[in-house]
């Protein structure tokens, strides 16, 4: 914490020369960016679109235009670490592996097609079982309850019993997963401390050492499960090595957990606010995935994406040399009035643009569908069961991150 305090006041007083030089300034340790980002993200898109950061050594693009074009364009922004340059940089470091995440075609496009195996019409199906039965028991033990905290109790266990689901893995897994998941997940943060790094590592390795051994005892196994599926590939030399699975399966149930826990816990918060929107969707159920769209454009659980430009780019009047650092700030895009009329009111019913929460391009989000249908059962099972659902005291916390946006807590006064 103390190590982090100092380069937070560091931090502070960069942002003071930058914001004097360009008239904005984005700075991710800054407790009210945090907890509340999208004034400054409009600052930001008003006056330094193209923003270079004196603080993270990169450049921060904010428009929807420009994050859109540049998440689509891996000829000229990279995935991957290793065309990263010379300069300083606060983007996150490279992981241990190269998983799906941090590789560029044609590399990305073998390992997305068997990735894309263990994501079937039918295997989803197959989850939707799984996903309508926890939903309805968790909202069950909800209405039984005054008081519940959303993500502890409903998010969380939730978002867990689908991916264990998915990987053909036992519900008892669930607290060991929880751990690591949390560690390995700040290896992506701009203020991980070096003690996170290395627990994140850590992390990682029992990771890989957890997927191998099913791997290798999976090959023969005729099960639909995303182990199974991708061991048996493994095995027959199609497409992707045990290394390779074993990394993907990582980078998938981590994405997963992490970020359907947090649409539906900020899902929640924003009907809470918005208790017109929350009876609109009461009365028209129908709107459901429509509704977690707008969810996901509203506040986003994950709010940057990371590239690096493999060569020099003229963007709005500034040059983004060969190897830069880009930020594509997704959550400042998705509120982007050029592309979003009324883009800081909650609309169920909004039409327009893709949001650009779930990414664009060869590197758009493989598990979209799933979250989708996950956040739709446990709203429409929530809104049918719970007549009262309201915030039970204090203004909600957001965790201390820069990349996911998620809540810590969301305390609900709830009744059947």
Request: charged residues 30%; aromatic residues 6%.
């Given at each position: 914490?103390?190590?982090?305090?100092?380069?937070?006041?560091?931090?502070?007083?960069?942002?003071?020369?930058?914001?004097a030089?360009?008239?904005?300034?984005?700075?991710?340790?800054?407790?009210?960016?945090?907890?509340?980002?999208?004034?400054?993200?409009?600052?930001?898109?008003?006056?330094?679109?193209?923003?270079?950061?004196?603080?993270?050594?990169?450049?921060?693009?904010?428009?929807?235009?420009?994050?859109?074009?540049?998440?689509?364009?891996?000829?000229?922004?990279?995935?991957?670490?290793?065309?990263?340059?010379?300069?300083?940089?606060?983007?996150?470091?490279?992981?241990?592996?190269?998983?799906?995440?941090?590789?560029?075609?044609?590399?990305?496009?073998?390992?997305?097609?068997?990735?894309?195996?263990?994501?079937?019409?039918?295997?989803?199906?197959a989850?939707?079982?799984?996903?309508?039965h926890?939903?309805?028991?968790?909202?069950?033990?909800?209405?039984?309850?005054?008081?519940?905290?959303?993500?502890?109790?409903?998010?969380?266990?939730?978002?867990?019993?689908?991916?264990l689901?998915?990987?053909?893995?036992?519900?008892?897994?669930?607290?060991?997963?929880?751990a690591?998941s949390?560690?390995?997940?700040?290896?992506?943060?701009?203020?991980?401390?070096?003690?996170e790094?290395?627990?994140?590592?850590?992390?990682?390795?029992?990771?890989?050492?957890?997927?191998?051994a099913?791997?290798?005892?999976?090959?023969?196994?005729?099960?639909?499960?995303?182990?199974?599926?991708l061991?048996?590939?493994?095995?027959?030399?199609?497409?992707?090595?045990?290394?390779?699975?074993?990394?993907?399966?990582?980078?998938?149930?981590?994405?997963?957990?992490?970020?359907?826990?947090?649409?539906?816990?900020?899902?929640?918060l924003?009907?809470?606010?918005?208790?017109?929107?929350?009876?609109?969707?009461?009365?028209?159920?129908?709107r459901?995935?429509?509704?977690?769209?707008?969810?996901?454009?509203?506040?986003?659980?994950?709010?940057?994406?990371f590239?690096?430009?493999?060569?020099?780019?003229?963007?709005?009047?500034?040059?983004?040399?060969?190897?830069?650092?880009?930020?594509?700030?997704?959550?400042?895009a998705?509120?982007?009035?050029?592309?979003?009329?009324?883009p800081?009111?909650?609309d169920?019913?909004r039409?327009?643009p893709?949001?650009?929460?779930?990414?664009?391009?060869?590197?758009?989000?493989?598990?979209?569908?799933?979250?989708?249908?996950?956040?739709?059962?446990?709203?429409?099972?929530?809104?049918?069961?719970?007549?009262?659902?309201?915030?039970?005291?204090?203004?909600?916390?957001?965790?201390?991150?820069?990349?996911?946006?998620?809540?810590?807590?969301?305390?609900?006064?709830?009744?059947?």
């Amino acid at each position: 914490m103390k190590g982090r305090r100092w380069r937070s006041l560091g931090a502070r007083a960069v942002s003071i020369g930058e914001r004097a030089r360009s008239g904005a300034t984005y700075n991710p340790l800054s407790p009210s960016v945090i907890q509340s980002p999208y004034e400054t993200y409009s600052r930001l898109r008003r006056r330094s679109p193209v923003h270079r950061s004196a603080i993270l050594g990169s450049w921060v693009l904010t428009r929807y235009e420009d994050v859109f074009a540049a998440a689509r364009d891996h000829e000229r922004f990279s995935n991957d670490p290793r065309w990263r340059g010379a300069t300083r940089s606060v983007l996150p470091p490279a992981p241990d592996d190269y998983s799906i995440l941090l590789v560029d075609p044609p590399e990305h496009r073998r390992l997305r097609r068997c990735a894309a195996r263990a994501f079937t019409r039918e295997r989803l199906q197959a989850l939707n079982e799984t996903i309508a039965h926890t939903a309805v028991e968790l909202i069950g033990r909800a209405a039984r309850r005054r008081t519940i905290d959303w993500i502890a109790e409903v998010a969380e266990p939730l978002a867990m019993r689908v991916m264990l689901a998915m990987m053909g893995l036992p519900e008892s897994e669930h607290r060991r997963w929880e751990a690591w998941s949390r560690r390995r997940a700040r290896l992506l943060e701009m203020i991980a401390t070096r003690r996170e790094r290395r627990a994140a590592h850590v992390a990682g390795s029992e990771i890989r050492r957890y997927f191998t051994a099913l791997l290798r005892r999976r090959t023969q196994s005729d099960e639909d499960d995303a182990i199974s599926t991708l061991a048996r590939l493994a095995a027959a030399g199609e497409g992707i090595s045990i290394p390779e699975a074993a990394d993907m399966l990582s980078v998938l149930m981590i994405a997963g957990n992490e970020t359907t826990t947090h649409l539906i816990g900020n899902g929640m918060l924003a009907l809470v606010r918005n208790p017109e929107q929350m009876e609109r969707l009461r009365e028209e159920p129908e709107r459901v995935r429509a509704a977690t769209d707008e969810m996901l454009r509203f506040d986003s659980p994950v709010q940057t994406d990371f590239r690096i430009a493999k060569a020099d780019v003229v963007l709005r009047g500034r040059t983004i040399r060969s190897g830069d650092g880009v930020i594509l700030l997704t959550g400042s895009a998705n509120r982007d009035g050029a592309a979003f009329q009324n883009p800081d009111t909650f609309d169920i019913a909004r039409t327009g643009p893709r949001h650009t929460s779930f990414g664009h391009g060869v590197h758009q989000c493989i598990g979209a569908e799933l979250a989708r249908m996950e956040a739709s059962a446990i709203f429409t099972e929530a809104l049918r069961r719970l007549g009262t659902i309201k915030l039970a005291a204090g203004a909600p916390r957001y965790r201390i991150s820069t990349v996911i946006r998620g809540l810590a807590a969301l305390p609900l006064q709830v009744a059947a």
